[in-house]
């Protein structure tokens, strides 16, 4: 089987260039319309994005990365792999939608990221009485409809492999991988039938394989591939790579029968690794040269050397994305605010299909033939070496000049907080947000139309923030907040104050299902144009006599939620936010503030997936934490918030983020972080969550009361605050009161 191809994607973008399937999707869960007209939507957002592919010269074409709220979820459809409490309902798309949000009676699947993406995919339950069976509509009938349009179709599959690594066992502690056998077949049936269909090649995507793997699971993963490749009718067999290299995996993998293998080639040595794979040179290499997660503009010089390079180890040589391009927004078209040079250093999803096309081109014809692309790329990079923005001198001599990043001694900053502080034992406060009203949606966008002017926006906000303060007073929280009401999301907030990061108008990418993001770009050293907070955070205390946490998010989370420079490390990037936030916890200090939070939900996320790069990035993550916070006086009190994960893999990390006071989302397990934080030897302050913020319910004075005396089986009373688990902007304003009043009631019991 030799089926030529020499220009792809591994995958495409769904949510529509205008958020269509977002919109759609949530207007069929509003009932607002039918199962066909949201059919109808999906099926031209496949035609037009088929459409665009051909256009731009690809001549070989994924289809089948569709999706209506999640990939692995289809995934777990096509083996008849939903759990048990779904299967009665009896409509389809219901199903789906069950499983993927749940209803009135069932709970959703868990969600959790897409490896290190910001990407969040529903994870399969696997019990033992999951009896998988093969449901491939949606695969044939996306096949179908793609070659109805002369489309020279490959459709895509999750692996056999990662889709069990990626999935939960349930009422069983045996590897899913013992269940391999039980889905191989199905994906050879499928094989062939993807073949009757008329697929040339089929693409099965096994990122699970670029993370940490032990022997066994290799070598499952090798028995695999070759029991697919044996098949006597199938579809030539690209396994994807994606997200890193494939390491120890790769000469098992090259030793199969497949005929092609995608390398991600923006991971550090895979050029060397596919060279030492002498198997390798039988395969069709499918070459992700062009950076399918960030938005940089390819530097295609160097692209060119690096394809060139392969071509004496690969049988064949295709042009990729190093991943599927769901994870950058769609164009750069219509992105009117960001202008030349910043623009000309970009590239977004189509632009990075037409950089694959100019490489193929390239490879096939000369270099003559894409000359004028080749310039323009050239001269776009040149512009950004030198452009002043991204070397700020002020900047760099400060952080080399050495800034500390350690505080006095814990015990220092404690006695210097309590005499400041004068807080009750158990002392109760909330993690930042409150309720996002109608008020607040409806400012904002009267805002952004200009219908309304800066100063009355400030003013409806200072409304709000009064409405909070007084809240919280009459509740009888100790450490009071403003609430975040000018806030549209923690990080774009900070990103649209500070110099080096651009923002979007349309640059959405899927978070999950229907939620969208728009990261901001990071393009070059950041610094403040002046304080960023401190007028809100001084209103708020200017209300109270309680002490206002100031808010910040810190510099991890900043970059976890951004797209970032790739033209120095992150460690780098990350000291320069850090220098920004410190200088607004300063900013705070010298205003009256007393107590300063500086949030880093994302500190799990950006965790490497291979161990032997764990450990530096804790340190630069831990440092830029600390580079953000050590700039007050001992007396002023350092809270952070974590949450959205198990923190087991960055507990010691906790513990040196040196944080005075610690919450942490654990209403559901708090005595195991707390635990875990024990073990470790954390003695700071620490308030684990509560309650669960993510539901609507309000818990009972027992409830927490109970929460609190096993909490207090593990910390001390004289380090344990009582707060929620996470911020309240997704709740209502009614629940919010009863479940505080609640909270504080059984502060008062405990204590
Ligand atoms: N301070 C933020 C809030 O309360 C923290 C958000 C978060 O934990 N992700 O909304
Ligand atoms: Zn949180």
Redesign the pocket.
């Known amino acids: 089987m030799t089926f030529e191809f020499t220009a792809t994607i591994l995958g495409t973008p769904r949510i529509g260039p205008k958020r269509e399937l977002k919109k759609s999707v949530e207007s069929y869960w509003a009932g607002k319309i039918d199962a066909a007209t949201l059919e109808s939507v999906a099926k031209d957002l496949r035609k037009d994005s088929l459409k665009a592919l051909v256009d731009a010269g690809l001549d070989s074409i994924p289809v089948g990365t569709f999706s209506y709220y999640d990939h692995v979820l289809d995934t777990a459809v096509l083996l008849g792999a939903l759990p048990e409490r779904v299967q009665g309902i009896e409509n389809d798309l219901d199903r789906y939608f069950a499983a993927a949000r749940g209803n009135d009676t069932v709970a959703p699947l868990e969600m959790t990221k897409w490896f290190d993406t910001n990407y969040h995919y529903l994870v399969p339950e696997i019990s033992p009485t999951t009896s998988f069976s093969l449901h491939p509509e949606k695969v044939l009938a996306e096949l179908e409809e793609a070659r109805a349009l002369d489309v020279p179709a490959r459709p895509v599959l999750i692996g056999p492999v990662t889709f069990l690594l990626v999935s939960k066992a349930v009422g069983s502690d045996a590897p899913l991988l013992d269940r391999l056998d039980e889905i191989l077949p199905l994906y050879a049936d499928l094989l062939t039938q993807l073949a009757d269909a008329g697929a040339e090649w089929v693409q099965l995507d096994e990122p699970a394989l670029v993370a940490d793997r032990t022997h066994p699971e290799i070598a499952s993963a090798q028995k695999a591939y070759d029991y697919l490749s044996a098949l006597e009718t199938r579809p030539a067999i690209l396994l994807a790579s994606y997200f890193g290299d494939l390491g120890a995996a790769l000469p098992s993998l090259a030793s199969t029968g497949i005929e092609g293998l995608s390398i991600d080639l923006t991971a550090p040595g895979t050029v060397e690794q596919v060279a030492a794979v002498p198997a390798l040179a039988n395969k069709r290499i499918v070459a992700g040269i062009v950076d399918g997660r960030n938005i940089w503009r390819t530097d295609l010089d160097k692209a060119l050397a690096t394809l060139a390079s392969l071509l004496g180890s690969a049988g064949a040589l295709a042009v990729s994305t190093s991943c599927s391009l769901l994870h950058v927004p769609y164009t750069l078209d219509g992105e009117t605010d960001i202008v030349d040079p910043l623009r000309s250093w970009l590239a977004f999803g189509s632009e990075k299909v037409t950089e694959v096309t100019v490489l193929a081109t390239a490879l096939q014809d000369g270099t003559e033939s894409v000359s004028e692309e080749l310039s323009t790329a050239r001269a776009a990079l040149g512009t950004r070496r030198t452009d002043s923005r991204l070397h700020d001198a002020a900047i760099r001599t400060r952080l080399e000049s050495g800034v500390t990043v350690d505080r006095s001694p814990a015990e220092d900053r404690r006695q210097a907080q309590a005499a400041r502080l004068d807080l009750p034992a158990l002392p109760t406060t ?4 409150y309720p996002q009203t109608t008020q607040i949606r409806l400012a904002r966008a009267a805002l952004r139309r200009g219908e309304i002017d800066d100063a009355d926006y400030v003013r409806r906000m200072r409304s709000e923030i009064a409405d909070v303060v007084a809240l919280q007073e009459k509740i009888g929280l100790d450490v009071l ?1 403003h609430g ?1 009401p000018e ?1 549209n999301d ?1 990080v774009q907030y900070f990103a649209e104050q500070l110099n080096g990061f651009a923002a979007t108008a349309n640059g959405w990418v899927q978070s999950y299902g229907s939620r969208c993001v728009r990261p901001p770009i990071l393009f070059g050293d950041v610094s403040r144009h002046g304080a960023m907070t401190v007028d809100w955070i001084t209103y708020a205390q200017s209300l109270t006599d309680k002490p206002v946490k100031g ?1 910040l ?1 810190g510099p991890v ?1 900043i970059l976890a939620w951004s797209f970032v420079r790739d033209d120095q490390p992150l460690a780098d990037s990350a000291d320069q936010v850090a220098l920004a936030i410190r200088d607004e916890t300063v900013d705070l200090q010298s205003a009256g503030i007393r107590i300063v ?1 500086v ?1 880093e ?1 994302a500190l799990r996320e950006l965790l490497p997936l291979r161990a032997k790069d764990k450990e530096q990035y804790l340190t630069w993550a831990v440092r830029a934490f600390k580079l953000s916070t050590s700039g007050v006086s001992d007396s002023t009190q350092i809270h952070t ?4 994960s198990e923190f087991g893999e960055v507990i010691d990390a906790i513990v040196a983020l040196d944080a005075d006071v610690t919450s942490i ?1 654990a209403a559901r397990s708090h005595m195991e972080v707390l635990g875990d934080l024990n073990a470790v030897g954390f003695d700071l302050g620490v308030g684990p969550g509560v309650y669960d913020i993510h539901s609507p319910r309000v818990p009972s004075v027992d409830e927490i009361t109970e929460s609190l005396r096993s909490a207090l089986k593990a910390v001390p009373a004289e380090r344990l605050w009582v707060n929620p688990d ?4 997704t709740r209502g304003t009614a629940e919010v009161e009863a479940s505080l009043r609640n909270l504080v009631e059984a502060a008062r019991a405990v204590r």
């Open positions: 909330t993690i930042g947000s907040v975040e806030r923690m808010m998010t989370t939070q949030d939900p918030h974590l949450c959205y989302e996470c911020g309240l902007k």
